[in-house]
């Protein structure tokens, strides 16, 4: 059993930490099987949500300090400032620099 703060493993580490193949556990143990890689599939999506909440914020601040600095908060001079430059593979991230654009009269 994982503990509170404990990364779920894809099926494939499991296996391997047992020292069994993952197509005999899945023959024998088919249910429990599902059960760790629904488990790994529902943290990896989490994770996802979370990690493009936080780069949201991070975009939106970042137009603002350009804004207020008087500087263009162009996509490549954001990513300078953030955390994890490649936020910007996100199209919901991108979304927000064209809404906090839009917030301060730079976009339509």
Do not use: W
Request: with cysteine; aromatic share 6%.
């Amino acid at each position: 059993m994982l503990k509170k703060n404990e990364q779920p493993l894809p099926m494939t580490e499991a296996a391997k930490r047992l020292g069994h193949p993952k197509q005999i556990l899945y023959r024998h143990f088919p249910e429990l099987c599902r059960a760790i890689s629904a488990q790994y599939v529902k943290y990896m999506k989490e994770s996802r949500i979370q990690r493009i909440e936080q780069c949201c914020k991070e975009v939106k601040q970042a137009v603002r300090q350009f804004h207020a600095e008087g500087i263009y908060p162009s996509e490549a001079a954001i990513s300078r400032l953030l955390a994890k430059p490649g936020c910007f593979r996100d199209k919901e991230v991108r979304a927000t620099l064209k809404a906090a654009r839009r917030e301060i009269g730079l976009e339509r």
